[in-house]
């Protein structure tokens, strides 16, 4: 049963169950007909023209009942999505103390090391400036 008033006015039967933009005018429908099965004689009271007004009807409830199940996913989805994202909070300020810290760690440890070899590769350094010297020196001192 169609609930909804149109703009149109509520006396004309036609308009109250083809409301604009639902499917087609009993008119159209004849047309159609005239032009698919080459009839000629199509009054505006042909029976077969009724099913248009109810299939308009139809097509009318369908919608409303679409619109409203879009109304209800949506309420839905946005509160599913509201928890969601308040789970993911939670969990991102549980995590972020042991991430911190086990960030914290990989740095103070990789520090570390960086000065073990930083020290090694500094007396090498020395240590072979030292031997180039001592060649130079030697090789000079011999000649």
């Given at each position: 049963m169609i609930t909804e008033t149109t703009s149109q006015t509520p006396q004309d039967p036609i308009s109250m169950h083809c409301p604009t933009g639902y499917g087609m005018s009993t008119e159209q429908a004849a047309a159609l007909l005239r032009a698919a099965h080459q009839t000629r004689n199509i009054e505006p009271d042909d029976p077969i023209l009724m099913t248009v007004t109810l299939l308009n009807a139809y097509?009318?409830?369908?919608?409303?009942?679409?619109?409203?199940?879009?109304?209800?996913?949506?309420?839905?989805?946005?509160?599913?999505?509201?928890?969601y994202v308040r789970a993911v909070q939670q969990?991102?300020?549980?995590?972020?103390?042991?991430?911190?810290?086990?960030?914290?760690?990989?740095?103070?440890?990789?520090?570390?090391?960086?000065?073990?070899?930083?020290?090694?590769?500094?007396?090498?350094?020395?240590?072979?400036?030292?031997?180039?010297?001592?060649?130079?020196?030697?090789?000079?001192?011999?000649?």
């Amino acid at each position: 049963m169609i609930t909804e008033t149109t703009s149109q006015t509520p006396q004309d039967p036609i308009s109250m169950h083809c409301p604009t933009g639902y499917g087609m005018s009993t008119e159209q429908a004849a047309a159609l007909l005239r032009a698919a099965h080459q009839t000629r004689n199509i009054e505006p009271d042909d029976p077969i023209l009724m099913t248009v007004t109810l299939l308009n009807a139809y097509l009318a409830e369908t919608d409303k009942m679409v619109d409203r199940h879009n109304k209800a996913l949506t309420k839905i989805l946005a509160a599913q999505v509201g928890e969601y994202v308040r789970a993911v909070q939670q969990v991102s300020k549980e995590l972020t103390p042991a991430l911190s810290s086990a960030a914290l760690i990989g740095i103070q440890s990789a520090y570390k090391e960086f000065r073990i070899s930083h020290i090694w590769l500094t007396a090498i350094i020395g240590v072979s400036a030292v031997i180039n010297v001592a060649a130079f020196v030697a090789l000079h001192w011999y000649r």
